[in-house]
């Protein structure tokens, strides 16, 4: 977190800092993998400029109300020419998981709604770019103080082609990019190309676990029903955004929010009936 005098005002912002090589165990690995010192310099070299790309793509949503503002980026190169420091000034924001804690675990489910939504029309906003954010998850859903309006952060790994993003996935715990908690299939499998429907997928596994608690694992999980009858109608929308081949699920992101409404408004259609029945 950090602050800055603009024509008297305070503003707070937060400092993105990330350096890499972290620490001389990472040199020390790459060696024992078999890198020279021109491979390792090149390999940090790239992802310098992943950093760079994020950075650029940020700018390109700059403004946009769902999208994290980034205002400034400068980079530092370690002293013994390997790697580098970066620094990413944005707006201070508070991630998903911090507000869930605040609600003690549970949001209403109004609101929840409204997140979707909002999430939805972020992703509206990416895919008219081009981007396939890839690593959607609740650190990188973030929302100002005070508010649940959500914004989508983080795209370091939009542009990664598919081969690099699944060693990603993979590599080892420490320096994990995407989560394969909320990664959809075609993500987990190699040559298999990430999609629009690929972020829509982990989205809703987002929203389904913001009512529930829990993450949709497996065909038996727990659902809105269970916990929030007067939303069970998410069930059937989520259960077509789930589908495990991406062509299959519902979309694009405008079919998802009129099939929210329209089932919406047919619950409460029937419960007016039930409610006249008695």
């Known amino acids: 977190?950090?602050?800055?005098?603009?024509?008297?005002?305070?503003?707070?912002?937060?400092?993105?800092?990330?350096?890499?090589?972290?620490?001389?165990?990472?040199?020390?690995?790459?060696?024992?993998?078999?890198?020279?010192?021109?491979?390792?310099?090149?390999?940090?070299?790239?992802?310098?400029?992943?950093?760079?790309?994020?950075?650029?793509?940020?700018?390109?949503?700059k403004g946009q109300t769902n999208i994290v503002s980034c205002d400034d980026f400068a980079t530092k190169p370690h002293e013994d020419g390997i790697g580098w420091d970066v620094f990413i000034r944005m707006e201070l924001l508070t991630p998903l998981t911090t507000l869930i804690k605040q609600y003690a675990g549970s949001i209403p489910e109004e609101k929840v709604i409204k997140v979707g939504m909002d999430i939805c029309s972020?992703?509206?906003?990416c895919e008219s770019k081009h981007i396939v954010h890839r690593d959607i998850k609740p650190e990188n859903i973030m929302f100002k103080a005070c508010s649940l309006e959500p914004i989508i952060c983080d795209f370091g790994i939009a542009h990664f082609a598919e081969d690099e993003l699944l060693t990603i996935i993979e590599t080892k715990k420490?320096?994990?990019?995407?989560?394969?908690?909320?990664?959809?299939?075609?993500?987990?499998?190699?040559g298999e190309v990430a999609t629009a429907q690929t972020d829509i997928y982990a989205a809703a596994l987002i929203l389904n676990e913001m009512f529930t608690g829990e993450i949709p694992q497996a065909v038996d999980h727990k659902t809105i029903a269970s916990v929030a009858p007067d939303y069970a109608y998410l069930d059937?929308?989520?259960?077509?955004?789930?589908?495990?081949?991406?062509?299959?699920?519902?979309?694009?992101?405008?079919?998802?929010?009129?099939?929210m409404k329209v089932r919406a408004e047919q619950y409460h259609r029937d419960q007016e009936k039930l409610k006249l029945q008695k």
């Open 122 to 125: 972020a992703l509206v906003l």
């Open 174 to 190: 420490g320096d994990r990019m995407a989560n394969f908690q909320y990664a959809a299939p075609e993500q987990r499998v190699k």
């Open 1 to 61: 977190q950090a602050q800055r005098n603009s024509a008297g005002v305070m503003e707070d912002a937060a400092i993105k800092v990330i350096s890499f090589p972290k620490d001389k165990e990472d040199i020390e690995a790459d060696f024992t993998d078999g890198y020279d010192i021109v491979s390792v310099r090149n390999k940090y070299k790239d992802m310098l400029h992943r950093y760079v790309d994020e950075y650029q793509i940020m700018l390109a949503f």
């Open 236 to 259: 059937d929308v989520f259960a077509q955004l789930f589908k495990q081949n991406a062509e299959d699920r519902l979309y694009p992101e405008d079919k998802i929010l009129t099939e």
